[in-house]
T-cell receptor, first 112, second 113 residues
Framework: EAQVTQNPRYLITVTGKKLTVTCSQN?????MSWYRQDPGLGLRQIYY???????DKGDVPEGYKVSRKEKRNFPLILESPSPNQTSLYFC???????????FGPGTRLTVL | KQEVTQIPAALSVPEGENLVLNCSFT??????LQWFRQDPGKGLTSLLL?????REQTSGRLNASLDKSSGRSTLYIAASQPGDSATYLC????????????FGKGTKLTVNP
């Protein structure tokens, strides 16, 4: 089944404790992105990647890091999480020639 | 800066009604526009994608239209069902090959049996 998977789905952590949210797609897609969704603000792009080793900032990259060492994986790293990073995070992917975005199920992160 | 607005924020209709969801945008120089559905606790599911050169797309009971000159897109849902209850989001891309999608805040639809 073609899908985008994220882990973990739910995470509660404390300020300053480094964490990684994984994202993997099995569709051989070139493009991958991370979004956060907050009440009243909608979905905003954090980072995106156009292919292996090619990443760029979205609208709200502060406090986040990403890497794209393999085509299928695009982890989101929070080196020192803060409470304002409490949010619902989505990973998405699409192919080079297609424009339909496929989204993962989301990761709900709470930073205390 | 592109801004996307969806009105109303919430809509409640009886089952069987035909309905229209609205999406407006401030910059007509778009590359494509997508409508998504989001169910509580779940990710986004792509419903329809309209390229800037197209006027509409149809899938089953759904029809999406695009009018770039007026900065508007509509999602028409025919013969609504309780299973259509969800939040509907529109998102657009302003550049070919750009990965930046600008989202509206969504319309929460409730279809009552």
């Amino acid at each position: 089944e073609a899908q985008v998977t994220q882990n973990p789905r739910y995470l509660i952590t404390v300020t300053g404790k480094k964490l990684t949210v994984t994202c993997s797609q099995n569709m051989n897609h070139e493009y991958m992105s991370w979004y956060r969704q907050d009440p009243g603000l909608g979905l905003r792009q954090i980072y995106y990647s156009m292919n292996v080793e090619v990443t760029d900032k979205g609208d709200v990259p502060e406090g986040y890091k990403v890497s794209r060492k393999e085509k299928r994986n695009f982890p989101l790293i929070l080196e020192s999480p803060s409470p304002n990073q409490t949010s619902l995070y989505f990973c998405a992917s699409r192919s080079w020639e297609g424009y339909e975005q496929f989204f993962g199920p989301g990761t709900r992160l709470t930073v205390l | 800066k592109q801004e996307v607005t969806q009105i109303p924020a919430a809509l409640s209709v009886p089952e069987g009604e035909n309905l229209v969801l609205n999406c407006s945008f401030t910059d007509s120089a778009i590359y494509n526009l997508q409508w998504f559905r989001q169910d509580p606790g779940k990710g986004l599911t792509s419903l329809l994608l309209i390229q800037s050169s197209q006027r509409e797309q149809t899938s089953g009971r759904l029809n999406a239209s695009l009018d770039k000159s007026s900065g508007r897109s509509t999602l028409y849902i025919a013969a609504s069902q309780p299973g259509d209850s969800a939040t509907y989001l529109c998102a657009l891309s302003s550049q070919g090959g750009s990965e930046k999608l600008v989202f509206g805040k969504g319309t929460k639809l409730t279809v009552n049996p």
